[in-house]
Nanobody, 116 residues
Framework: QVQLVESGGGLVQPGGSLRLSCAAS????????MNWYRQAPGKEREFVAV????????SYPDSVKGRFTISRDNAKNTVYLQMNSLKPEDTALYYC?????????WGQGTQVTVSS
């Protein structure tokens, strides 16, 4: 069964950095694109980053481009999200996501709070 477990969230001051991790199991990790999303209170879930399974091509929305970097380690079945220059508006619950056999799978999320 597909399982995604996020970690690495926390409280950070504006301008700070955090690195999120997502450990995946239950599917052939190296064959699937992996995504990060986030959801702030009262807002819809928002796409944050994607990385392809081969070659590691990435894509980001303008809101995080140049500040966030997604990467993956196929040997460890883990995807990462390096977040730099964090802003208060980056505060949200961050989720790891994979579409496997036509179905969306989500982790439980890890909370990121950017505040002074």
């Amino acid at each position: 069964q597909v399982q995604l477990v996020e970690s690495g969230g926390g409280l950070v001051q504006p301008g700070g950095s955090l690195r999120l991790s997502c450990a995946a199991s239950g599917f052939t990790f190296s064959r699937y694109a992996m995504n990060w999303y986030r959801q702030a209170p009262g807002k819809e879930r928002e796409f944050v980053a994607v990385i392809t399974p081969v070659g590691g091509s990435t894509s980001y929305p303008d809101s995080v481009k140049g500040r966030f970097t997604i990467s993956r380690d196929n040997a460890k079945n883990t995807v990462y999200l390096q977040m730099n220059s964090l802003k208060p508006e980056d505060t949200a619950l961050y989720y790891c996501n994979v579409i496997w056999v036509g179905r969306n799978y989500w982790g439980q999320g890890t909370q990121v709070t950017v505040s002074s």
